[in-house]
Antibody
């Protein structure tokens, strides 16, 4: 049974950065897509970006281009999402999720982490 | 970019009754190469991460009760809960994965008990 375990809650100042980790156990990220999705308080799901092995490089939603970086470390089965230049509107729960193998199913997110609350406040 | 919309925003249904959620994409998400619609449905209960219910618009994820069904093609899709149970109270999201490697969620539909 695949489990994605994320790092703990963070409180950050505006203008700073946050890096959230997501470790896979009982499975691997190798050959699978990884996405990061956030959810502001009381709001819906927002896809931020992800890595699909076929493409090699991460892809980001236009809204986050230049401010987000998504990486994976296959040696430790861990994915990371770093968000820079934080502002209050970035306060949200951040989720990692595993997508399927192959481009066609990369967006079918079948395993999710428990979520990491990032609070941005002065 | 593909824009996903859902209706209604909120839905009150009596226990045992049918719940119907609609999802519309701004562009066709039917892949002509495999005749499959690149649409998934997720269920999110309060305080929990989303859970995959359906993919390819109508294929139920393993373990999902058969009271959940998906239909539609092209730009218009529906998630139906045939007989609402108390544990189905949640927010339901559709998501397109046609524009891979970029993906878009719908705004969500909240289902509660009448």
């Amino acid at each position: 049974q695949v489990q994605l375990v994320q790092s703990g809650a963070e409180v950050k100042k505006p203008g700073s950065s946050v890096k959230v980790s997501c470790k896979a156990s009982g499975g691997t990220f190798s050959s699978y897509a990884v996405s990061w999705v956030r959810q502001a308080p009381g709001q819906g799901l927002e896809w931020m970006g992800g890595i699909i092995p076929f493409f090699g490089t991460p892809k980001y939603a236009e809204k986050f281009q230049g401010r987000v970086s998504i990486t994976t470390d296959e040696s430790t089965n861990t994915a990371y999402m770093e968000l820079n230049s934080l502002r209050s509107e970035d306060t949200a729960v951040y989720y990692c999720a595993r997508g399927g193998r192959g481009i066609a199913v990369a967006g079918v997110l079948d395993y999710w982490g428990q979520g990491t609350l990032v609070t941005v406040s002065s | 970019d593909i824009v996903m919309t859902q209706s209604p925003d909120s839905l009150a249904v009596s226990l045992g009754e049918r719940a119907t959620i609609n999802c519309k994409s701004s562009q066709n998400i039917l892949d002509s190469s495999n005749n499959k619609n690149h649409l998934a449905w997720y269920q999110q209960k309060p305080g929990q991460p989303p859970k995959l219910l359906m993919y390819w618009a109508s294929t139920r994820e393993s373990g999902v009760p058969d009271r959940f069904s998906g239909s539609g093609s092209g730009t218009d899709f529906t998630l139906t809960i045939s007989s609402l149970q108390a544990e189905d109270v949640a927010v339901y999201y559709c998501q397109e994965y046609f524009s891979s490697p970029l993906f878009t969620f719908g705004p969500g539909t909240k289902v509660h008990i009448k």
